[in-house]
């Protein structure tokens, strides 16, 4: 196998960019023709908290809301997995996640569907003078209710910094990403997410997005308002 393969994600860096390009200027004009629904609101947090040279924790939360105020809950994603890293651009997972949905209504209530999740996924970063391309390939094994589904995604994302050649503590960025879903059984195209959002990186270890997602499926379309934070956190012991 070539050395630089994980150097090249996709054949390529200008390739990656081809790809970016086409699919959000496809998914762009394709949603003015679809059923948008009411305005909802996400907040993320998520952490890389490394133990060794090679391997991390993965940990994730998500409290994702039916409106813009954060008042009718959607869904809880609870997300775990042991990140074990092949190289500095290029790193796998193996995970577990819990996913509670709500229907929309305003008093107290149980889950209406509760949904257990085995996940693995690889993680490959490759540069392109000042623009940095992440591709994310998973797969699902899901068990919603009694039910069993399996599902395949690929995450193409962007940042581009504005203040600063990369990205490092006091930069700002443009962070956009467009993501597809497909199930091994039942509709083949399970959704289609694009995003697009402003970043500030505090420090090293803490960043925060502010953005929109626009969430396909089928002939339905719905917005959500976003804030992201992630704090990554270091156990490896300094050499003295």
């Known amino acids: ?16 960019f081809l790809i970016l390009t086409f699919i959000c200027t496809t998914f762009f004009s394709n949603s003015l023709s679809a059923q948008q629904d009411e305005f909802g609101n996400w907040l993320m ?7 060794t040279d090679k391997w ?4 994730e939360l998500q409290y994702r809301n039916h409106t813009f105020a954060p008042i009718n809950v959607e869904q809880l994603l609870i997300r775990t997995g042991a990140n074990y890293h092949i190289k500095k651009n290029a790193l796998v997972t193996l995970g577990y996640g819990y996913i509670g949905s709500y229907d929309y209504k305003s008093d107290p209530r149980p889950p209406e569907s509760k949904e257990h999740r085995i996940f693995q996924q690889l993680i490959l970063k490759n540069k392109l003078s000042r623009l940095v391309f992440e ?14 589904r399996s599902r395949v995604r690929y995450r193409l994302m962007a940042f581009i910094p504005l203040n600063k050649k990369e990205i490092v503590k006091g930069t700002v960025f443009i ?3 467009d993501e597809i879903f497909l199930n091994t059984k039942q509709t083949f195209f399970d959704r289609n997410r694009l995003y697009g959002a402003l970043g500030y990186q505090i420090n090293k270890n803490m960043q925060l997005q502010v953005g929109y997602l626009n969430q396909r499926v089928n002939d339905f379309g719905k917005g959500y308002f976003q ?5 990554n956190t270091d156990f490896r012991k300094e050499e003295e």
């Open 56 to 59: 991390s924790i993965h940990s």
């Open 227 to 231: 804030v992201g934070f992630t704090y």
């Open 135 to 148: 591709h994310r390939y998973r797969l699902e094994q899901r068990w919603v209710n009694k039910d069993f």
């Open 1 to 16: 196998m070539n050395k630089n393969l994980l150097n090249h994600p996709l054949l390529g860096f200008k390739f990656s």
């Open 45 to 51: 947090y998520f952490g890389t908290n490394r133990i």
């Open 175 to 177: 962070g956009l990403y």
